[in-house]
């Protein structure tokens, strides 16, 4: 099972940047994907999940400025964030959920999978 996150870079605040998530080696329609990030000297935290069904969920800091969505015919999972402020500024990490029992897709634990992170920095 491979998660391979992209879409990384440095951008102004107030600009925008796509993050994807391409998994190979999984049902990826049966699983339920996450994006959290982590700042330097801080904890993984969730920022949205979609579920296997498209539900989808936002940590509160970001709801109205990221969208999670996915593409089941390219076993890709995107992260599309506008209006982006310092406090962006993390690694971002992909991870899946087979949800075998269905969780709160907000806990880095209920997950099964974890890509290798792209650095997102946002600058004043």
């Known amino acids: 099972v491979q998660l391979q996150a992209s879409g990384g870079g440095l951008v102004q605040a107030g600009g925008s940047l796509r993050l994807s998530c391409a998994t190979s080696g999984l049902a990826f329609s049966r699983y339920s994907m996450g994006w959290f990030r982590q700042a330097p000297g801080k904890e993984r935290e969730f920022v949205a999940a979609i579920r296997w069904n498209r539900s989808t969920f936002y940590e509160d800091s970001v709801k109205g400025r990221f969208t999670i969505s996915r593409d089941n015919a390219k076993n890709t999972v995107y992260l599309q964030m506008n209006n982006l402020q310092p406090e962006d500024t993390a690694v971002y990490y992909c991870?899946?959920?087979?949800?075998?029992?269905?969780?709160?897709?907000?806990?880095?634990?209920?997950?099964?999978?974890w890509g290798q992170g792209t650095l997102v920095t946002v600058s004043s």
């Open positions: 991870a899946g959920d087979r949800e075998l029992i269905l969780s709160s897709m907000r806990l880095p634990d209920e997950y099964d999978y």
